[in-house]
């Protein structure tokens, strides 16, 4: 266990069983604030076995064993996704920010296609100290939103759309080669990914702070 | 010769010697306002012996031969275009939309990465009849546009970038997975055929419109 | 709202409830003539509930509640397709215009495995003032038409084919490159994409000539 | 030297003066009718040193050293071309069936986009053994010929075109879909292999026949 | 109905009852020896409604209505297979000739990895007029035959295979780049097309010695 | 001009002139501080004629027009990279960070071929705010870091490989996948945008500070 | 049946009753150490007719038949795995290998994000003669092994990823462009494959000293 | 320096300087039998400056800095390869077992067009402890050597050809399918990979005898 880092069990091709099981020993070893992602609504059923506290998002298939949040001190995290359809991969971005100490403030539904209401929310994203940008098709969110504002942006592309969308390589390639400067990218659909890279950060930022304020 | 439609020669690939041939023998037909594409300066220098007027364009790698203007009466096409390397794109496109009878209006630099730039001559996209949107990189500028105003957009990916651009290969993706409904796309860099396609609806709307006239 | 244009609900990858909820929402804001495409049997037998008239077609895997024509005056639009299997996709489009108040005629089964077919309907391709040409397998319909006739085509590849096919990026590809100049390529299997840029630019042609008209 | 079928050096990627040495090396043999493919201007010059006769062919950059032609008695291979820049393979192709001891016509210039060109010659499609159909950009010409005829076709896609052309990947992958019925694909740019095949299967039916004569 | 050529149902895609429906619609134009490719179980089953003669191969996928077998006189094609698994579609490709009136030999089961079952069969390989080539795999098996015979081949690259065998794009890809001179592909799977064109070849040489025997 | 960001030129596909140009119009509207990236030596030289202070570094095909550095107070930006090959992106990089007033620390030689050299700078990694981490071929780098310890990981793929590598997809796609947690990645060979993110960061986190300090 | 190589029956494709029909056969021929691969369980189940002893793997999905074991004498091979998914690959290697004659070790959970259980392992991976290095993702584990260690490494890559990761390509790709020197790569999933390669080796290295030790 | 193991320079992308430079740190270093691979002959004729022997092969673009062959007293490695554009990777790889201290045979012009040549040698073939099969264009080589006899084959892709061949993507791909079991394949044109791997294998062979012939 790294410090202040939870646990993680990434659920995609695990059975029931296997889920329970590494859970149960996670637990045993006296963890708590245990993340799971990628976890279906059978494999919850299952874990209800443990009897422990769990904090389950269906939304986002993630669930928290023994949750125990310490929300950091500093920093403020913005995810804006584009289509109802993005919306798992942005709870499961919220769900990792939660389980790693970190608050968000999600704004949804903000996509290109109806470009006016991410206008409306320019202050919000100003104030931020890091944007999650999270969007399908044709991915354009993240430059949109890069070319608003100053703050860094973390990409996310998901795998909404069909035919040439290629299951979301269109969208993680158009975010890759983006027009507005710096924008970090991470594969399909990974809320995760981006919010633990976005957490990290925040973190860096809290510690060097504190070591000041010791001082 | 197609009635309306000027003769076109696509210069990639033929020798000089070639595309003198060519333009000599449709001159000879009785052609004029002959338009030539992908046309470098070497086989531009070629074509003086013709001692035929020609309107050349070097950015847009263009010329026309016996150039012979006889606009339309109706349709207001706008072509706009991303970063400066997308200007000879656009450059061919209103070349090709003055060689087939189209005024168009040309706003350049309005890529994503300066946003403020496009909402600035928003009142002209309205205004247009048919908008070609022009970009390289990750081609959001199609979607951005055609997620502020209702007019039919025609979308022209450019090989402008590097990396996982591939060729252009993302942008074209991109616009044809754009969430912006009802964009048209056409092939990489292919400003000719964006103009062919705009000019060709004009073209219907005029014929339309004079038919009613004339009863 | 955009004025003129029906709110348009995309089914695929929505839960039927999901779908009866953004139904009800819309009609209680007090629109008529919504649009949804990709529903399946299920989802429309769920929105039965609605107790509104819905004009359902299961080949396209429409439906329009509370259905309202008011067909725009100008423009005929064709659409014309190759075989048995892109039907489907021909039908989404021939609804999407339907609800945009566009007439249009429909030419099933004239791929160029029996192009004699296509030739017998020269005059109605030549009488259209645009055409959606509908092609999967190598998708050379568009291309064909293109060269028998002046009028713009909107090109949709569908995923009609295997193997090499690539699930419809063959066809796709195909269209981008067609020789017969200024073709519109959408999405594939976009059916609505196609029917909606028409629709646009009919619109912007009706408004055109009213305008005058009431000069 | 496999019998009836000649020696073929293929020079791409070889210098001049190993293509002089092999084919020293196999006049030596005492080889004639030697086919040299993919021979630039460069490595004929240089060819003139041996001293014999030969049959250059710059355009399908062919040539044949102590050519010696002993035409079959039966059949007959029609190639058609789409455009200008497609004749260079067709030109590989016919310099491999004179090689081969095969007369075939040659029709250029008639693809989709003057598809009116191909239908002229509806009569010459129809008489021939087989047809060899070259064409670049989205590669339809073989479906349509396949279309209108019933005689056997073999395609060979160009890399004539640009952008979503991927070098000639896309017609390719359109010859192999094809709703046309039954067309053989060869690589992009083999004229010669498509030639090959052609004149084996004439081949094959003149021995046939032959063994059916003396009888 | 193209003469002598049967009618072709391909069922991929479409429901028992279209199946049924065509069927019925066929044989009341009088149609017999129509052939059903990509036939499941469930569709066939349906079809005994008809009442008429159904030669069924559940291998290969096939079935011919009202079969009527006017074998041609001259010609020998042979169809060589890979692996068990490639079977269905060499019996797709038997069926078709059948229904297309040619005679074929099968051997199966020679594929690269027990190359010596090859060239035991070297006579026979000679002899074929045609060779069918199918292999999944890496497709080497056509670039070996090629190799051990002068015959025409046609290979028919299969999907069987998994991980960077690309669903049978890499044997495809791996034919069309055959060392061996003068291969003709055809589509992943596509047995049918094989023997399409087999026959089609086989055809041409007969009406071309009948013509010749009237005489 | 935005805030504390200076300008910056992206050189490729400029010509000298064009370069020149815009360099002057940035100066005489009083921009200090200009970034060009990706400027070759000729295009170098011909600025020599501004007659200004320049801070070229040929290895990262960078220059600073009167370079001024105000250096932030807070965060240590590591730029670890693989072999080589890869120091011109690192040099990229190290440029684009002191253009934007960040100061960073370069660890060059430390990819996996010689994964001893990288644990010998563990501490080093350690200290680190923001390691940006930089390599081709298999792109392994950042993973090996990522795993090593827990300061935030920005990846930078370069096109340095040949065959499979593909131009640098390979390690691009490779770095998006990697299983050490929270890896963002931007661009084949993106020096510069890796930069302009950890810049940004460090930019956010030394305001925040500031803010507080003023308190 | 090669010999000191037992029979092996690949059953992916086939069914229980063709798995069940091939093991009777191979058994009557007095066949044993039979190996199937990629056996699910109902086909398992099936087997159980044939009323021989079976070691079967679930995990691995593997089965062998009246095994008998002779160890080869001198030799050791290592097998390491990255994740918990990678598991079951890593097990058909070692299924392969008993049935091949080889005794291997199995090191499990190694992967790059836990770098540190990878050295702790040093010694054992200095002391294996060929080592088996499977991982999905990114595929860097092989990469690492072969820049810690001497030992000839076989890369397996494995489907275990989502998204970018392009079902096990993007590990294929690495692994081919390791920067470790002298790495061979197996098809993705290809437990199989990697051990018969190994235990070839194995084997050559027992003949060679045998013929000695005679001596 | 790792035991046994010369210094290798690879020289693409590398300046003649950098290779000079580069080269002399290694040699006052005390190195010898410095391998340099991807070397051009300006850069090699810059190395004679060095005044120390080198084993220069220009075919294979390989240099061997002050060589000192002490060749391991066990195994025998053979590479085959299949056309005469095949033979510099061939070179390459047998260069670097020169230089790794392994004796190698080398027969070429042994692929599949030719077949019977390779059956020629079958006795070659069955008597080597490793093979190294190279081929580009649809890369069965492997494949066919794999089939024939039982040694261990490593697999080497080249670049040779066109078209479909996608710069030897297409033979990497068949050879990682190759029916025969148990093929380990390295980087298109990575003969230096091939040879590493191969000489990895004798020495661990070496090593094991050496050390039982001393007890
Ligand atoms: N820039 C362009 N991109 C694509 N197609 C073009 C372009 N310019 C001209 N064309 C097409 O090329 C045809 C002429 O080709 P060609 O006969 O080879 O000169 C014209 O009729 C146009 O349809
Ligand atoms: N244009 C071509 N495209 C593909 N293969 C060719 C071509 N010309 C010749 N070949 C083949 O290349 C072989 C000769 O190759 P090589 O021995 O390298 O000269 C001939 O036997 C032909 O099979
Ligand atoms: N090496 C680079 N790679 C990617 N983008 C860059 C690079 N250098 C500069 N840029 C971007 O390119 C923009 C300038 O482009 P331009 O206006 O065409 O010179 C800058 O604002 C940066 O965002
Ligand atoms: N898991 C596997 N992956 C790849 N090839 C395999 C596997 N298992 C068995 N094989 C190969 O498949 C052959 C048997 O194929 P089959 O005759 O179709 O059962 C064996 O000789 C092996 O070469
Ligand atoms: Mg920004
Ligand atoms: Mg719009
Ligand atoms: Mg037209
Ligand atoms: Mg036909
Ligand atoms: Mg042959
Ligand atoms: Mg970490
Ligand atoms: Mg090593
Ligand atoms: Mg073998």
Do not use: W
Request: with cysteine; hydrophobic share 40%.
């Amino acid at each position: 266990l790294r410090q202040g880092v939870p646990e993680v069990i990434y659920c995609e091709g695990k059975t029931s069983e296997q889920i329970l099981e590494i859970s149960r020993r996670l637990l045993h070893k006296g963890n708590n604030n245990i993340l799971l992602t990628r976890l279906d609504q059978t494999s919850y059923d299952k874990l209800l076995q443990l009897e422990v506290e769990i904090d389950y998002n269906p939304l986002g298939r993630t669930a928290i064993l023994k949750p125990e949040f310490n929300p950091m001190k500093y920093g403020k995290i913005l995810i804006v996704s584009g289509g109802t359809s993005d919306i798992p991969v942005a709870e499961e971005a919220s769900e990792t920010l939660k389980a790693l100490g970190c608050n968000c403030k999600k704004i949804y539904d903000v996509g290109v296609a109806g470009i006016h209401r991410l206008f409306a929310v320019k202050d919000e994203l100003d104030s931020a100290d890091i944007i999650i940008a999270i969007a399908g098709m044709e991915g354009a969110l993240p430059s949109v939103v890069g070319g608003l504002v100053e703050v860094p942006v973390i990409a996310v592309p998901t795998s909404v759309g069909y035919g040439a969308n290629l299951n979301g390589m269109t969208p993680l390639l158009a975010m890759l080669n983006s027009c507005a400067s710096g924008i970090g990218v991470v594969n399909i659909d990974n809320g995760f990914g981006a919010a633990f890279l976005a957490s990290s950060m925040i973190r860096r930022m809290n510690k060097f702070i504190e070591k000041r304020e010791v001082l």
